[in-house]
C-alpha cells in the first residue's frame, strides 16, 4: 500500500540482526512535518503488521485534533522478523484419566509430543545447522528428562548455546537464566499443578499477570491447548522453550531498533521537523532501542502500546535498560505508555523470571512485583517528577495534558481488552494528542 487514510506510507525492512533489506526505498516526500515511525511486535507476518498500521492510522486520520490541519504527515511501517510463541506457561501434573498405569503412560507420552512438536517448531527460529543439529539433539533427551540429572543438565545447556548471552540483564532474570546450573534451572521452572488454582483465571488482583498463566492439554495426536497439565519435566522443558523464544525476539528487537530503525531516522531527520516513535509490543522495545541509540534531537514522541519488557526500563533507581533515554533526553516531547491489566500476553519473562529468580509463587505480574511488564503496569519506580498517571481518554474528550521529560501510564482497561487490541480511536487520539 501506498498510503494510509491519504497518509504517505513506506516500509522499511530489517533482517534479525537490524540490517537493512531495503535502506535506498526509505524516502520521505518533500515538505513533511511529522515522520511516523511505527513498529509491531511479535507477529508471523508482515501481513499482520501492515493491517495493524492500516487500522491504526485510518482512526488517526479520522480523530486529529484541530491544530494539526498544517502539518504534513508520512508513515514508516517497520517489518522485521518476529515469531509468535506459546501465550502459556505450563504446569507440571499427572493426568491419567481414570485409566491408571496406561492413563499415566499415555498422558506421558502425549507431553513429550508436545515439546518435541515445539522443539521441530524452534528451527523456524534457529536455522543454522550447527543450531539444528543442536534442537535434534534435545529432541533425543526428552525421554529421559524425568529421570535422569544429567539429561536436564544437558537440556538446559543446549537450550542456552543457541542463544546469545549479551542480551542477558536483571530486568527478566535472563543474567541468573545464563548462569544457573541446568538442573536447578529446569527444576525451577517445573511449576506444580497447584500453582495454578482458580484464581489466576480472574480478571483482578495476583491472577491479572503479564502473561497468560495457564496450563497445557496434550491429549495423543493433538495440539497444546490451554486447560490441562504436562507431565513431569516436559512442562520445565515447554517453559524453557517458551523463555528462550522470548529471550530471542527481546534481543532481536533490541538489535533491529539500535542497528536499523535509529540510523533510519538519523538519515532521514533533515528531511523532517518531527518524529514520532510508535511500538506494538516487542516494537516497545524497537523504538526505545531507536530513541536510546539515535543521535537526531528530532524525536517529539514515544508511544508504547502494550509494550514486553520490564515495568522498570526506564526507572533511575532500578537501572532500568532504557533509563538513557530520560537521562539524555532523547525524547524531546511525551512518552505514551498504554497499560491494562486485559492483557494476558504481554511477556512470556516475567512469571517465568520470577521462577527463574527463585521465586516458588506462580501469580505474579503487578505493578508491585520485580519482574512486571510495561503493557501490564506501565512505568514504575520512576522520579516523580517523570510519571504522570492518568486513563486513556475517549476519543475526542479533553483533558490530556502531555508534557515533555514524562512518561503519561495511560490506563486503557476500558478501551484495550486484549493484546493486540491497540488499533482503535482512543489509542490513535491519544498519539494525536501528543504530536505536540
Excluded at 513506506?10 to 524516502?27: L, M
Excluded at 506421558?108 to 512438536?117: E, F, G, I, R
Excluded at 534451572?185 to 498463566?213: C, H
Excluded at 526506564?314 to 492483557?343: A, C, E, W, Y
Amino acid at each position: 500500500m501506498a498510503d494510509i487514510a491519504g497518509i504517505p506510507y513506506v516500509e522499511a525492512r530489517f533482517d534479525e540482526k537490524g540490517q537493512s533489506q531495503n535502506g535506498g526505498e526509505v524516502t520521505v516526500a518533500a515538505g513533511t512535518t511529522d515522520l511516523f515511525v511505527i513498529s509491531h511486535g511479535w507477529n508471523n507476518s508482515a501481513d499482520e503488521a501492515r493491517e495493524l498500521y492500516r487500522e491504526l492510522f485510518t482512526n488517526f486520520a479520522a480523530v486529529h485534533p484541530p491544530g494539526t490541519g498544517n502539518r504534513t504527515f508520512a508513515v514508516i511501517g517497520v517489518i522485521w522478523p518476529s515469531k509468535k510463541f506459546d501465550e502459556l506457561v505450563a504446569a507440571s501434573g499427572t493426568r491419567g484419566d481414570g485409566q491408571g498405569a496406561a492413563g499415566l503412560e499415555a498422558h506421558t507420552a502425549a507431553s513429550h509430543a508436545v515439546v518435541d512438536q515445539k522443539l521441530s517448531a524452534l528451527k523456524e527460529l534457529f536455522s543454522t545447522p550447527e543450531q539444528q543439529n543442536t534442537i535434534d539433539e534435545l529432541r533425543a533427551l526428552v525421554p529421559d528428562l524425568d529421570d535422569k540429572a544429567s539429561a536436564r543438565r544437558a537440556f538446559a545447556d543446549k537450550m542456552r548455546s543457541l542463544l546469545d548471552p549479551s542480551a542477558a540483564g536483571r530486568e527478566d532474570a535472563s543474567d541468573t537464566f545464563f548462569k544457573s546450573d541446568g538442573n536447578e534451572l529446569m527444576t525451577a521452572l517445573k511449576i506444580a499443578e497447584d500453582d495454578l488454582g482458580e484464581d489466576v483465571a480472574e480478571a483482578n488482583g495476583s491472577a491479572s499477570l503479564p502473561f497468560s498463566i495457564g496450563s497445557v492439554n496434550a491429549p495423543i495426536g493433538g495440539a497444546a491447548s490451554l486447560g490441562s497439565t504436562l507431565s513431569g519435566f516436559a512442562a520445565s522443558a515447554l517453559n524453557l522453550l517458551n523463555y528462550t523464544t522470548y529471550y530471542t525476539m527481546k534481543a532481536r528487537a533490541g538489535l533491529v531498533g539500535k542497528n536499523g530503525v535509529a540510523p533510519l531516522i538519523d538519515r532521514l531527520a533533515p528531511q523532517v521537523e518531527r518524529i514520532h516513535l510508535i511500538g506494538h509490543s516487542f516494537g516497545g522495545r524497537v523504538v526505545a532501542a531507536t530513541a536510546a541509540s539515535s543521535t537526531t534531537d528530532k524525536v517529539r514522541s514515544l508511544t508504547l502500546l502494550q509494550a514486553a519488557f520490564s515495568h522498570n526500563g526506564f526507572s533511575q533507581s532500578m537501572k532500568g535498560f532504557f533509563r538513557s533515554v530520560f537521562d539524555q533526553q532523547r525524547v524531546k516531547g511525551p512518552i505514551l505508555i498504554t497499560h491494562t491489566k486485559n492483557d494476558r500476553a504481554v511477556g512470556v519473562a516475567y512469571p517465568l523470571a520470577s521462577r527463574i529468580n527463585g521465586d516458588t509463587a506462580a501469580a505474579f505480574g503487578d505493578e508491585n512485583d520485580k519482574f512486571g511488564g510495561m503493557g501490564r503496569n506501565g512505568a514504575q519506580q520512576m522520579l516523580a517528577s517523570e510519571r504522570v498517571v492518568g486513563p486513556l481518554l475517549a476519543a475526542g474528550a479533553a483533558g490530556y495534558q502531555f508534557k515533555a521529560g514524562a512518561c503519561f501510564n495511560l490506563l486503557a482497561d476500558p478501551f484495550i481488552k486484549s493484546h493486540g487490541d491497540v488499533r482503535g480511536r482512543e489509542v490513535a487520539y491519544a498519539i494525536a494528542c501528543a504530536i505536540g
